[in-house]
């Protein structure tokens, strides 16, 4: 019987990320988190109670200071102090810090907020310090909303602090779609999730009627390419998330279509199409038209997945006698391996910032999450389980999310992320089973 990984139709986004260090920082130096091997020590930060500026703001005041604590303390690269050792209090947004008062509980950095409500409209205000140099970093931040979205509003925070301690992108405010599965594992029902990336307000998209996989996210993130049966075969429909509606790619009649992937410009899809026992991928404007064949091997080709610079499209292959992968022109024609090592490779996914590819690696019966430069240099493993694949790129092309299956015939299977060190491998809340896990761009 085979893994999902060596059939065709498995495929999961991918994206990517390079390892984390926080630096340790003596008192003359300014506040920052280096990148570079791997977590040395994370960084103490202070984050009291947001203040609450009116009486209906106070509802929210701790609850968005306890998602954006969350939303740090979940990369692993910082330690929240625990409030009990607080010396100063802020009762004031706008009141000096107590530096020394900071200092004394070793705490690099100080985040302050307050909020605001009138109706259902909230303002929430934002400052950093850094405490050993006694200075703000960087200038005050104000984010508007309403009182549906407050957990938007926290996750903006706390990508302003992530981004301006380590110079990197923001990924917090962003969504995931995913499959979620219940029942058991020999009768699990399917269908489309979506959910914020911390687990939080989740959407079902599809029904559990059908079989789905493979959902996909658009540039944008309002659309979604995914895999259904419900017609007794494969065939890819595109989803619009805000109204959940849905139709058909236009397919050819006696195929199946299957593994659809968004272009960098979201007007093409690639994807894979089998007829006659053989299997190649295509692509086609996201309007309809006539498809476009870019392979012609007698194998099974699939998993596509564009370059950045939608150039280049990576793929899995077992034109060499076992699954492999291949990197080819965006249009076709002759295709190099990149993939060299032992075992089985599935799933490439090309990360956002271009320089690396994650896959998934079947090897000596288990199974793992890897990466490797597009030249198929510097392969690192960054997990090992019964069943790891299908990895996919915060925005920030600095985190992978994962579908993990265990072993026995109960077989749950969840949701995971590791960063590219292969530190801090973390479960990602959902209700019950989930799987082939896509991020979302970075919201608007």
């Not at 029902?189 to 998209?205: E, H, P, T």
């Not at 076709?332 to 391996?337: D, K, L, P, T, V």
Request: glycine content about 10%; proline content about 6%; hydrophobic content about 40%.
């Amino acid at each position: 019987m085979k893994h999902r990984v060596t059939t065709a139709l498995a495929l999961v986004a991918a994206l990517f990320v390079l390892p984390f260090v926080a630096a340790t920082q003596s008192q003359a130096e300014p506040l920052r988190i280096e990148i570079t091997d791997g977590v040395i020590e994370p960084l103490p930060f202070a984050l009291p109670d947001f203040v609450a500026e009116n009486a209906a703001g106070s509802e929210f005041a701790s609850k968005i200071a306890r998602v954006v604590a969350a939303d740090l303390t979940g990369t692993g690269l910082f330690r929240e102090i625990p409030k009990d050792a607080f010396i100063s209090t802020v009762t004031n947004f706008d009141s000096p810090v107590q530096y020394a008062d900071w200092k004394a509980i070793n705490a690099q950095a100080l985040i302050v907020g307050a909020v605001n409500v009138n109706g259902n409209k909230v303002t929430v205000k934002f400052r950093l310090f850094d405490v050993f140099s006694g200075a703000p970093l960087g200038e005050g931040l104000q984010f508007g909303g309403t009182t549906t979205s407050w957990r938007r509003m926290a996750h903006k925070v706390a990508d302003a602090a992530y981004s301006r301690i380590t110079g990197e992108g923001a990924y917090f405010d962003s969504r995931v779609v995913y499959v979620s599965e219940t029942g058991p594992k020999n009768d699990r029902k399917k269908r489309l999730a979506i959910m914020d990336y911390d687990g939080a307000n989740v959407q079902f998209l599809t029904d559990s009627r059908s079989l789905v996989l493979a959902p996909r996210f658009s540039p944008t993130g309002d659309r979604v390419l995914y895999t259904s049966y419900e017609t007794g075969f494969p065939k890819i429909y595109v989803l619009d998330v805000a109204s959940v509606g849905r139709r058909a790619l236009a397919d050819q009649p006696g195929t199946m279509t299957f593994a659809p992937r968004f272009s960098p410009d979201g007007q093409t899809v690639v994807y894979s199409l089998s007829s006659g026992g053989n299997t190649d991928i295509y692509r086609m404007n996201i309007g309809g038209g006539a498809p476009v064949r870019l392979t012609s091997e007698p194998s099974i080709e699939t998993a596509p997945s564009f370059s950045p610079d939608g150039k280049q499209i990576v793929f899995e292959s077992d034109r060499s006698g076992n699954q492999q992968l291949y990197i080819m022109p965006a249009n076709g024609g002759e295709a190099r391996r990149i993939s060299f090592g032992s075992g089985r490779y599935g799933t490439p996914v090309w990360s956002p910032r271009g320089d690396l590819i994650a896959f998934t690696k079947q090897n000596k019966g288990r199974f793992h999450i890897g990466v490797m430069r597009v030249d198929g240099s510097e392969e690192r493993l960054l997990t090992a389980s019964f069943l790891d694949e299908g990895p996919s790129w915060s925005p920030n092309g600095r985190v992978i999310m994962f579908m993990r299956e265990t072993a026995g015939a109960g077989g749950a299977v969840g949701l995971y992320s590791v960063d590219i060190s292969g530190r801090n491998l973390r479960r990602v809340k959902t209700d019950g089973g989930a799987s082939d896990p896509a991020w979302s761009p970075l919201l608007k």
